[in-house]
Structure formats: C-alpha cells, structure tokens
C-alpha cells in the first residue's frame, strides 16, 4: 500500500505556462514534505521541501503547497522552462524508531514543450 | 568534491550470481541510504546506515546485505541474484543534523538474467 501517491505518471506544459505537480499522503504522522527533480542516467537532485507547520513555501519559480486536512501536497512550477523536463517525486519523512526516512512517490514525468 | 559516487554504473549478472555494489561519500556525512527505483514503484527503501559500523533494514531488505566499515563506504551485496531484483539502484547520504535533505549518487543498473 502505497503512502506516497503521484496519480499523474506524465505531464505535458507550454514554455512559459505554468506546471501543477499533485502528491497526495495516507500517513498523518508525516511532518516533512519534499519534492526531488530526477534528469535520465542521474541521481534525484533536492529541489524544495515543506514543514507541516506551514502551508506554503516558495523559492524562486518553485512553489510547494501544503494543504493538511487533504493530505495533499503540490509543486508549482511558474514559468516553465524547456529545462524543467524532468522525473519529479515527492517524498515525505517519518520515522523508525530513532531514525529518519523518507517515503517516495512514483514520480511524475513533465515535458515542457517549447 | 565528488559527492557521492557508485560503481559500477551496470552490471548483467545471471541468476544465483554474486556482486558487491559500492557506494562512496565525500562529504563526511552521517546516514547513508540504499534504494531501488523500479517501474511505476518510486524509490524504495532497502537498507540504511545511522553511522560507521551500523546498519538497519528498511521497506524492500529481503535478498540484500550491507555493511558500513568506513564511515564514507556503504556496500550493498547480493548474494544470490535473483531477476527480482532487476532494477536501478541509487545510494544516498545526508548529514546527521536537522536538514533531511538526502543527496543522491548516479545510480546503478542492473539486469538478472
């Protein structure tokens, strides 16, 4: 059972409009959210991430939206660049006992078209 | 720095096979991380280390050993390859304070025949 869900395998965006990645969480004891960005033959690259004590966090063109009550989360990507085609994964922590681990999802793949 | 570097990059082994995957770090972090990436599956958790010398399971261990002897080595053995565990794996590490940013190598894949 899957705790970390991105329901949209792909997703296709004019240059210049804006992308809307959606995650959704089943876990309430999540209290960190963070979005990875994941180019063909590399290794995911942090991105931006969120605290559940906040609803909102911003970094330039990124945005992460928090919306608890509905365990769901969003990346908003504005404006999108040809650049920006990438695997996105959310990824949510929790933790073990002492340790901390983050749980991803499958990954969205978005194509900015030029 | 190099960050964190894998090898090898692929490998083919046949069933029943052996092989080591090598994870290393520069960058003097604390945990480190195994995770297999499959098809519409994400990243999934196979092993992790909290420091030198220690190890845990994480969601997917069945088939898999590690060991963490050096504090920037993580290794990751399969000791009888199985075509089950066809998949890309990728090494992580982060520093053992408050940030959970994990900081990925570039993977490696593997095909069981």
């Known amino acids: 059972d899957q705790q970390v869900k991105q329901n949209s395998p792909s997703l296709s965006v004019q240059e210049g409009r804006i992308s809307i990645l959606n995650c959704d969480y089943t876990n309430s004891m999540f209290d960190y959210f963070l979005w990875y960005k994941k180019y063909p033959a590399e290794g995911p690259t942090f991105l931006i991430s969120?605290?559940?004590?906040?609803d909102k966090n911003e970094d330039g063109r990124f945005t992460v939206f928090l919306n608890k009550s509905a365990k769901h989360l969003s990346l908003h990507i504005v404006p999108s660049q040809p650049g920006d085609s990438a695997v996105y994964f959310c990824a949510a922590r929790s933790f073990s006992g002492s340790a901390r681990q983050l749980t991803f999802g499958s990954g969205t793949q978005l194509t900015v078209l030029p | 720095n190099a960050g964190v570097t894998q090898t090898p990059k692929f490998r083919v082994l046949k069933t029943g096979q052996s092989m080591t995957l090598l994870c290393a770090q520069d960058m003097n972090h604390e945990y480190m991380y195994w995770y297999r990436q499959d098809p519409g599956m994400g990243l999934r958790l196979i092993h992790y280390s909290v420091g030198e010398g220690t190890t845990a399971k994480g969601e997917v261990p069945d088939g898999y050993n590690v060991s963490r002897l050096k504090k920037q080595n993580f290794l990751l053995g399969l000791e009888s390859a199985a075509p089950s565990q066809t998949s890309v794996y990728f090494c992580?590490?982060?520093?053992?304070?408050?940030?959970?940013?994990?900081?990925f190598g570039p993977g490696t894949r593997l095909l069981v025949l």
């Open positions: 969120i605290s559940s004590i906040k």
């Open positions: 992580a590490s982060r520093t053992s304070g408050t940030g959970e940013t994990q900081y």
